[in-house]
């Protein structure tokens, strides 16, 4: 039996940032691998080692039983405390144990990709412990792993796929939860539009529009005088909506037209990963 169609373009997506990790890290020495990342309390070892974690959690391994030391000033929630688990295993682990299991991971998890027969609306356990339906979780294992290959390549500036599959796929799930962010997080009023102008290697545009009674909805269309427009690049859309920069840290990279106290409630709460 051949893989759904509507989950292979999931799995393309984590297959092409797997191994764009794993030739990022390859090369390492010991040192570089305790450079940090952009993530609080996270080094290059420590994203790699999240990574592992998540995949082999996907794979069916059991969890590691391991005691988180008391003094780690990053971990401030239960879920991060899960998360966390994974990573501080590994603390300790050399670059060559880093490498090895990482190869191994990649070798077991695909090979489970290639012979996946379930259909999309399966039900499985993601990482994060919640059921979800197959082509869900298949959906956020290629954006999580493509926004750690972007933090990767951040900390050793090896710049790149900032338009590849997995970029693609981080871009159709955070333009869809655009229209709640606008609505719930920032109250933007009834009969308000606000634009989003992104440039940069993944060029769009989207309107999310709010009607009378408070609903929003989102459409590729121009809209006619909105009440605000945001214009930024890609990379500045992704890292503040994944969360991994502050808005007031790139404030001269985003051009705002229209109502200011909006637009600030919106990027104040643009952030819509744990």
């Given at each position: 039996?051949?893989?759904?169609?509507?989950?292979?373009?999931?799995?393309?997506?984590?297959?092409?940032?797997?191994?764009?990790?794993?030739?990022?890290?390859?090369?390492?020495?010991?040192?570089?691998?305790?450079?940090?990342?952009?993530?609080?309390?996270?080094?290059?070892?420590?994203?790699?080692?999240?990574?592992?974690?998540?995949?082999?959690?996907?794979?069916?391994?059991?969890?590691?039983?391991?005691?988180?030391?008391?003094?780690?000033?990053?971990?401030?929630?239960?879920?991060?405390?899960?998360?966390?688990?994974?990573?501080?295993?590994?603390?300790?682990?050399?670059?060559?144990?880093?490498?090895?299991?990482?190869?191994?991971?990649?070798?077991?998890?695909?090979?489970?990709?290639?012979?996946?027969?379930?259909q999309?609306?399966?039900?499985?356990?993601?990482?994060?412990?919640?059921?979800?339906?197959?082509?869900?979780?298949?959906?956020?294992?290629?954006?999580?792993?493509?926004?750690?290959e972007?933090?990767?390549?951040?900390?050793l500036?090896?710049?790149?796929?900032?338009?590849?599959?997995?970029?693609?796929?981080?871009?159709?799930?955070?333009?869809?939860?655009?229209?709640?962010?606008?609505?719930?997080?920032?109250?933007?009023p009834?009969?308000?539009?606000?634009?989003?102008?992104?440039?940069?290697?993944?060029?769009?545009?989207?309107?999310?529009?709010?009607?009378?009674?408070?609903?929003?909805?989102?459409d590729?269309?121009?809209?006619?005088?909105?009440?605000?427009?945001?214009?930024?690049?890609w990379?500045?859309f992704?890292?503040?909506?994944?969360?991994?920069?502050?808005?007031?840290?790139?404030?001269?990279?985003?051009?705002?037209?229209?109502?200011?106290?909006?637009?600030?409630?919106?990027?104040?709460?643009?952030?819509?990963?744990?």
């Amino acid at each position: 039996m051949t893989v759904h169609p509507s989950l292979q373009s999931s799995i393309d997506a984590w297959t092409h940032s797997i191994e764009a990790i794993t030739e990022l890290v390859t090369p390492l020495v010991e040192g570089e691998w305790n450079k940090a990342t952009c993530l609080p309390g996270w080094s290059v070892r420590d994203v790699v080692s999240h990574v592992i974690g998540l995949e082999c959690e996907m794979l069916g391994d059991p969890r590691p039983i391991h005691t988180l030391p008391r003094d780690l000033y990053h971990v401030r929630s239960e879920s991060a405390r899960r998360m966390e688990v994974q990573v501080d295993v590994r603390r300790h682990h050399t670059a060559p144990e880093m490498l090895s299991e990482l190869e191994y991971t990649v070798i077991r998890r695909s090979r489970q990709l290639r012979n996946e027969s379930r259909q999309p609306d399966a039900v499985v356990r993601s990482p994060l412990g919640e059921d979800r339906s197959l082509e869900f979780v298949l959906q956020q294992r290629a954006f999580d792993v493509w926004a750690h290959e972007q933090d990767l390549r951040r900390a050793l500036d090896k710049p790149g796929n900032l338009d590849s599959p997995g970029a693609q796929i981080t871009r159709d799930l955070l333009v869809k939860v655009l229209p709640g962010v606008v609505a719930k997080r920032a109250q933007a009023p009834a009969d308000s539009a606000v634009v989003f102008d992104v440039s940069g290697p993944l060029e769009f545009l989207r309107t999310v529009r709010i009607d009378a009674e408070g609903n929003a909805t989102i459409d590729g269309s121009v809209s006619l005088g909105p009440t605000v427009t945001l214009a930024l690049d890609w990379d500045t859309f992704h890292q503040l909506a994944c969360g991994r920069v502050r808005p007031a840290a790139v404030a001269d990279q985003i051009k705002i037209d229209g109502d200011r106290e909006l637009a600030d409630a919106i990027l104040t709460n643009f952030a819509v990963t744990p």
